[in-house]
Each structure stands twice: as structure tokens, then as C-alpha cells.
């Protein structure tokens, strides 16, 4: 009997060791069996034993074996209630359901009721780690999912989801390449070496670039990682156009010049009124590289985030008069100039700034205006906001042009801005002072009628 007790106590002390660590089961074992075990199993026992000796004297030896074999029956029926007990319980062991016992089983009962506990605790802890990790890798900006050896999805965050269209239901563990079959991206998983990332075009995102790279860890695993890179490439592809047209620019009037020395250096007896022609014609086009190489300055000078606007407050009338001289002079009386200021406010911003933006509009409606039209500068408040406009009655634009003026070098009519001594980058530098401004350029146009560039500036900037 104490044997069993023995046996079912290492049992129950065996169980705890798998299950939790083996430190404080030890102690468990130990405290059950060193301690308490021995006299509290045998005690029952030894005390009904006194008895049946007592009941031997004072009866007969069948009185106190009968009596000896009742108490053993009662003590094995009560330890077979209690291990029943714990075999249930330990089918769905929960604290709620722990059973209640006496004596050496209360031991038992209570060392479980408080391994259930903290078993019930560290899982908690556990949980509230794994939901913090969930959270980070979902406000990770990388798309991350989990690979194992057989290229099978075990996880993945919302950004995976969105760069390779996965559904969370449905692709865990499913193998990757079923659900982006790109050859590239089949090719690269089959890869051993991850140095250099991959960039694809996510099938169902053909306005979209990836950059994805595998990282291999933890033996047979893998991570994906993936990058949204569309606006890196879209800005790379930018500054490749810029350059391109740049250079294009500068290649024209560039050969032009050289051109016309080649001739001068070949044909030194030229007669003089070719070489003032050869000359003049020289002059205009250094005169064009002159003005782009000044207006590509101007860009990168207003581009630059470093250089902060230089805030003074603005005469309007004045710096008016000197645009409308300006003007006139470009002119040169080919146009009908009018000039009109309705109201008295004055800009807080930078006068170079905001001459070179109204100097530039009206030099295009000058440009862009065939003699005997006319043109009409204002100075207006609408709804409060002081208002700069610059109106013609030009050529105009066709509505598709109109979002596009403001890039780099867009142009209508190549030969008509170049001939005019153009760059393209006018309206570009416009956009760019209206926005160091916080004002909005507004363009109303119709094709053969006229055109209306206005600059609409915050009420915050006028001065009365
Ligand atoms: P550009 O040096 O070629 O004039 P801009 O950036 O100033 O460059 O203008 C871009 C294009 O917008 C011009 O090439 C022209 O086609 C068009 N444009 C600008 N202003 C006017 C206008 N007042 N009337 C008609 N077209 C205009």
C-alpha cells in the first residue's frame, strides 16, 4: 500500500517534471517524500494497528484482523477516490476544476493548484509577448513573411499580405511559389546566395516595384522581406529624364557654336558680313545656355529644403511697375500692356522670389501672344486672398497640357518656346516660389483665345 502511494507520488511528481521545469518539481518530490510522506501515509496504518492489538487483548486475533482489513479497505477506497479524482482532472486541468481533498492528497492538490497557476501566468506572459511582436511586425514598413525549408508560408505581416496579394485564411502554408509564380521571383527562392535583393513587379500591381530579399535563419528558415520601392524608382527615373534633357538642351545651341568657330577657323578669308552673322547667330545661342544654365540655378536654389524663404514685406506697386517695364521692354510695343491694381494690400514674402515668378508670367504671355494682342497684369483680393494675375490673349492651351505645364521642361510647342528663347523650366520656377509661398497657381486657358496664370496667396501673407 505505502509502496503504491509511493509510486503514484512519483508518478505524479514524473508528470510535472515533463510538463514544467524540472527545479521545482524536484522540490515538490522531494518535499512529499523526505519530509511528510512516510509518516503521514503510515499513520492511519499504525494507528489502527494499536487498536487491532488493543481488540486482539481484549477480544480475539479474527475481532482484530477483520478490524485491520476494514481500515486498509477504507484507506485504499479513499486513495482510489482521490487518484480517480486526479486522473480526471488531469484530463482538463484548469484551476476552476481543481478537486478538493484531506490530508496527504490536500499536499498534492495545492502544489498542482499552484503549478497550474503560474503555468497559467507565464502562458498570459507569453501571449502578451507574442501580440507585442504581432504589432511591431505589423507597423514594421517591410512586408515579412515566414518560409520554411519547403518554401511554405508559416506567417506573414499586413504588408506581405498587400505586396504579394496573400489571404490570411486561406495561403498559410501554402507554398509561395503557387501564389507568385514571377519566373524571377521562382528563380531567386532557388537561389543560395541572398546578397543582392530582388526587384519585381508584383503581379497583381503593375504600378508597383518590390525589392525583395531573403534572409535565411534559425537552420532551414527563411524570412522575405519586401520593400515598396515605386517612389525611389519614380524619383530615379525623374532625375535620369532631367539629366537626359539637360543635356539635350545644352547639345543644340552647343553645336550650333561650334559649328559656326569650325567654319571661322576652316575659312579664314570669310567677307565680314558673315562673320557678323556667324557671330550673332553665336551670341544667341550662348545667350540660351546662358539662360538655361541661370534658370536651372534658380530651380536648384528653390528646390533646396536648406535655404528657408527670407520673409520682408513687398511694395506691390513697385515691384509691379519694374514687371510691367520689364514686359515692355520684351515686348518691345508688339503688345497692348495694361497694367491694374485694384487693391492696396502689400505681400509679406521675398521680392527676388516673387519678381522672378511674376517677371516669368508675364514673359510667357508676352511670348506666347502674337503681335497686336493683349495683355493685362492685376492685383486683386478674392474672398480676402490677395491675388497676382497675368492675363493674354495668346495662343492658349488645349485642356490635356494644362496639368502638365509645371514639369520640368514640358512644352507645348518645342519650336515656338525655343524660338522665343524658352527653356522650359519657366512655370517649373513658378510653382516652386507660389509653393515657398503656401500660394496655389491657377490656370484658366482655351486654344486660340487666351490664357489667365494666377497666384492666389494665403490671407496670412497680405499687408494692409
Ligand atoms: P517655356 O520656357 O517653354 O515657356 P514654361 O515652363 O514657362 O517654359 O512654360 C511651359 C509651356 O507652357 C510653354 O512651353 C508653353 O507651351 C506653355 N505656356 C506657358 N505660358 C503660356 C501662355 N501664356 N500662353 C500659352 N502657352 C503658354
Redesign the pocket.
Known amino acids: 500500500m505505502a509502496m503504491q502511494s509511493l509510486l503514484t507520488a512519483w508518478r505524479i511528481g514524473w508528470y510535472f517534471h515533463r510538463s514544467e521545469g524540472w527545479q521545482s518539481h524536484q522540490l515538490f518530490i522531494e518535499g512529499i517524500i523526505l519530509r511528510d510522506f512516510w509518516f503521514r501515509v503510515s499513520l492511519p496504518v499504525a494507528l489502527s494497528a494499536l487498536v487491532a492489538l488493543l481488540l486482539w487483548g481484549i477480544f480475539s486475533a479474527v475481532v482484530a484482523l477483520l478490524f485491520m482489513l476494514a481500515v486498509l479497505l477504507i484507506v485504499m477506497a479513499y486513495r482510489a477516490r482521490q487518484l480517480f479524482k486526479l486522473g480526471e482532472w488531469l484530463n482538463d486541468a484548469r484551476i476552476e476544476t481543481i478537486p478538493e481533498a484531506g490530508g496527504i492528497w490536500d499536499d498534492v492538490f495545492s502544489q498542482l493548484y499552484k503549478m497550474v497557476r503560474e503555468h497559467n501566468q507565464t502562458k498570459q506572459e507569453l501571449a502578451a509577448e507574442l501580440h507585442h511582436i504581432e504589432q511591431a511586425t505589423a507597423a514594421l514598413p517591410e512586408g515579412v513573411a515566414i518560409l520554411n525549408e519547403m518554401n511554405r508560408i508559416e506567417w506573414f505581416n499586413p504588408l506581405a499580405q498587400q505586396h504579394f496579394y496573400l489571404d490570411a485564411e486561406h495561403d498559410i502554408m501554402q507554398d509561395i511559389t503557387y501564389l507568385v509564380r514571377q519566373p524571377e521571383f521562382v528563380e531567386y527562392l532557388h537561389e543560395s546566395n541572398f546578397n543582392e535583393p530582388l526587384i519585381m513587379i508584383p503581379a497583381r500591381h503593375d504600378d508597383m516595384v518590390l525589392s525583395v530579399k531573403l534572409i535565411p535563419y534559425g537552420g532551414n528558415k527563411r524570412l522575405l522581406i519586401s520593400r515598396d520601392i515605386t517612389q525611389f524608382k519614380l524619383i530615379e527615373a525623374m532625375r535620369r529624364d532631367f539629366v537626359a534633357n539637360v543635356s539635350h538642351e545644352l547639345r543644340t545651341p552647343l553645336t550650333v557654336v561650334s559649328g559656326f568657330l569650325e567654319n571661322l577657323q576652316d575659312m579664314p578669308d570669310l567677307n565680314q558680313e558673315n562673320i557678323a552673322r556667324a557671330l550673332h547667330l553665336m551670341a544667341e545661342q550662348t545667350r540660351r545656355m546662358d539662360n538655361l544654365v541661370a534658370d536651372l540655378l534658380t530651380l536648384s536654389r528653390l528646390e533646396n529644403e536648406q535655404s528657408p524663404l527670407r520673409e520682408e514685406t513687398v511694395d506691390i506697386k513697385e515691384l509691379l511697375d519694374e514687371v510691367d517695364q520689364d514686359g515692355k521692354l520684351l515686348s518691345g510695343g508688339r503688345h497692348a500692356l495694361r497694367m491694374e491694381i485694384a487693391s492696396p494690400v502689400n505681400l509679406l514674402g521675398n521680392r527676388d522670389e516673387l519678381h522672378s515668378a511674376f517677371g516669368?508670367l508675364l514673359s510667357?504671355?508676352i511670348?506666347?501672344?502674337p503681335e497686336g494682342g493683349a495683355i493685362l497684369l492685376r492685383w486683386f483680393e478674392r474672398g480676402g486672398q490677395p491675388v497676382f494675375s497675368v492675363q493674354?490673349s495668346?495662343?492658349?492651351?488645349a485642356a490635356q497640357?494644362i496639368p502638365r505645364?509645371?514639369e520640368r521642361f514640358?512644352?507645348?510647342?518645342r519650336s515656338?518656346?525655343r524660338e522665343t528663347g524658352?527653356?522650359?523650366?519657366?512655370?517649373?520656377i513658378v510653382k516652386h516660389i507660389a509653393m515657398r509661398h503656401q500660394a496655389k497657381l491657377e490656370i484658366f486657358?482655351e486654344e486660340g483665345v487666351g490664357?489667365t496664370?494666377m497666384l492666389v496667396f494665403p490671407v496670412k501673407r497680405s499687408l494692409h
Open positions: 516669368n510667357n504671355a511670348r506666347y501672344t493674354d495668346g495662343i492658349g492651351i497640357h505645364l509645371t514640358y512644352r507645348v510647342d515656338r518656346s524658352g527653356t522650359g523650366l519657366g512655370l517649373a486657358s490664357s496664370f
